[in-house]
């Protein structure tokens, strides 16, 4: 089978993890495929460490590492009063832009200003701060994809463009939490004879009709909010 583009991660700045130790380039790996355009994402430690093959307690030393080295930044979660899993912002290492002055060939006359690289300044991938309302918008929809992939789907990719175009547009007509009702009732039902499939955002997007319809006929169920 031929490789397709998403079958590969994009690593920013391999340079940066040269002589790091494996397990802490496995997890900034894993943050890497699961950041979205922006280099933002959510994954839960649980999630990092089975993808990355690396125990849960030591992920906690590996992302400290990365956030030492610049690569990295944490932002702490909240739903409510409870915490979720870390808000983070992969970084990038860009080289400073120093002048250096030659002499010329003229009687010792300056000569050409040049441009010198140097590595050991770190700037962030977009900006000196985060965008909030970037951030903002990139954490709704990473916290309905993860709720997708814990829910519905464990395979579904962090980055695909439909999925997290229709999840913003959800969000955008419905809310965040209205959404994430959908997904959990959806969650719920999966299996349930006449119940419709959904296993992905686009899927919920397209069949919001159908899923209410059900929703109606399932007198038998309580429990669900009856405003999905």
């Known amino acids: 089978m031929?490789?397709?583009?998403?079958?590969?991660?994009?690593?920013?700045?391999?340079?940066?993890?040269?002589?790091?130790?494996?397990?802490?380039?496995?997890?900034?790996?894993?943050?890497?495929?699961?950041?979205?355009?922006?280099?933002?994402?959510f994954p839960s430690k649980k999630t990092l460490s089975a993808a990355s093959g690396v125990s849960k307690r030591r992920v906690f030393d590996c992302?400290?590492?990365?956030?030492?080295?610049?690569?990295?930044?944490?932002?702490?979660?909240?739903?409510g009063k409870t915490f979720t899993s870390n808000l983070y912002q992969v970084m990038l290492v860009e080289p400073q832009v120093v002048q250096e002055v030659h002499e010329g060939s003229a009687g010792g006359a300056l000569g050409v200003v040049h441009q010198v690289p140097n590595n050991s300044i770190?700037?962030?991938?977009q900006s000196n701060?985060?965008?909030?309302?970037?951030?903002?918008?990139?954490?709704?929809?990473?916290?309905?994809m993860e709720l997708f992939q814990t829910t519905l789907n464990p395979t579904i990719k962090y980055g695909n463009k439909t999925q997290r175009k229709a999840i913003e547009e959800l969000i955008g007509q419905f809310g965040l939490a209205r959404v994430?009702?959908?997904?959990e009732y959806s969650g719920k039902i999966s299996g349930e004879q006449f119940a419709p499939v959904i296993?992905?955002?686009y899927q919920l997007q397209s069949k919001i009709g159908q899923l209410i319809a059900y929703h109606k006929k399932s007198f038998n169920k309580p429990q669900v909010v009856t405003s999905i």
Not at 9 to 34: E, N, S
């Open 122 to 125: 770190q700037v962030e991938l």
């Open 2 to 41: 031929k490789y397709t583009k998403d079958s590969f991660i994009v690593i920013p700045d391999r340079d940066a993890l040269y002589g790091m130790k494996p397990d802490t380039q496995a997890v900034f790996m894993w943050i890497c495929r699961f950041a979205d355009s922006d280099g933002l994402c």
């Open 129 to 144: 701060e985060l965008n909030l309302a970037t951030a903002s918008v990139a954490g709704e929809i990473n916290q309905v």
């Open 180 to 183: 994430v009702k959908m997904v």
């Open 63 to 79: 992302l400290s590492e990365l956030e030492e080295a610049g690569i990295l930044r944490q932002e702490t979660r909240k739903r």
């Open 199 to 201: 296993t992905t955002p």
